[in-house]
């Protein structure tokens, strides 16, 4: 059974060498919702992830999870708590999928144990989540991107961690498999784990996130609710792109200004 736990950035700083990559940057994800991090590139979203994973350090401010500064965790005992599907990744040797899926299971295995049913079952149980299971014994590294995408994120849902920060997830999927990892990821936050995405697509924030927070150069511009937040004038602001903002289902739909012809 997974703890709930909550994460939060509080007014960190990080810089590395001359360059201020994140300025006193605070950002809350909490239990049971889906908050999304959308922001142009190089804003600062990946290392906001890596962060909040403990897998590097704020020069300034502290990261919280359930209330206790991460420095306090050893690495395995964050590991079984959170889990970094990262926007790209080498996958070692020779691994077939359902051994590149079983890294996610070293947080829960000591050096001499051996897999567990229970290893095995949560293995099973991420290659279906992912539809990936025909692929089971194939060499990972052989696989399409989009494929690969899909095992990566079931090794990330293998570590059955109560925090999922996923960078960029959709990437190299097409339309069926993108919105099958974002249900997927709704799903798990409807029950009761904590789900941070970087996404690209607002309208993809805005459908199935419950939060929407907004970077650029390393700040905080906004957080809350994607269909207030993201209006035309932030957009117009933060990316730097005119468009029409379209309301509908409940989300914001931003259709560009130049498609349309209107510049
Ligand atoms: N190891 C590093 N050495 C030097 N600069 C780095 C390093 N890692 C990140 N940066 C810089 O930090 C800034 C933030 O990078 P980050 O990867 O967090 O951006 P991002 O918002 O995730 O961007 P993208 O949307 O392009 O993925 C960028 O200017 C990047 O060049």
Redesign the pocket.
Known sequence: MISASSLALQNVGYR??S?Q?LSDLSLAATQGRFLAIV??????????L?MMAGLIKPAAGQVVLDGQPLAQFTRKALSRQVALLT?SGQVPGNLSVRELVGMGRFAHQTVLSRASAQDDAAIEAALVAMDVQDLADRPAAALSGGQLQRCRMAMTLAQDTGVLLL??PTTYLDLRFQYGILDKARALARAGRTVVA?L?DFTQASLYADEVAV?SQ?RLVAQGAPAAVLDERLVAEVFGVRTQAVHAHGAVFHVPRSAMRLD
Not at 39 to 48: A, E
């Open positions: 590395i060498g360059h990559i922001g142009p590139n190089g804003c600062g979203k990946s290392t906001s890596r926007q960078d960029e970087v690209h970077l390393g």
